[in-house]
């Protein structure tokens, strides 16, 4: 999966060999350096790190509970 195929702020199951010693993780997509997909990266959640998405093979879309969302740091 490519890049252009991600949505931005989606979460995803992957892995990487280069990345959490190949187990599998989730990722959030992040457009910080960028709108355009050739900027966005792969937040690794946990971690104040960002990776390249070619770095990882995108395994399948995160579904987060609706009764647990998701809130920023900052709120």
């Known amino acids: ?3 252009a195929s991600l949505v931005p702020d989606a979460f995803y199951w992957a892995k990487s060999s280069k990345y959490f010693d190949g187990r ?3 990722v ?3 457009t910080v350096f960028g709108d355009d997909p050739a900027y966005w ?4 959640v946990g971690t104040d790190q960002h990776a390249m998405p070619a770095d990882f093979e995108i395994i399948a879309p995160a579904e987060l509970p ?3 969302p ?3 740091a900052a709120e």
């Open 1 to 3: 999966m490519v890049a």
């Open 24 to 26: 599998t993780t989730i």
């Open 28 to 30: 959030q997509v992040s």
């Open 41 to 44: 990266t792969l937040a690794l």
């Open 66 to 68: 609706e009764e647990y």
């Open 70 to 72: 998701l809130r920023q």
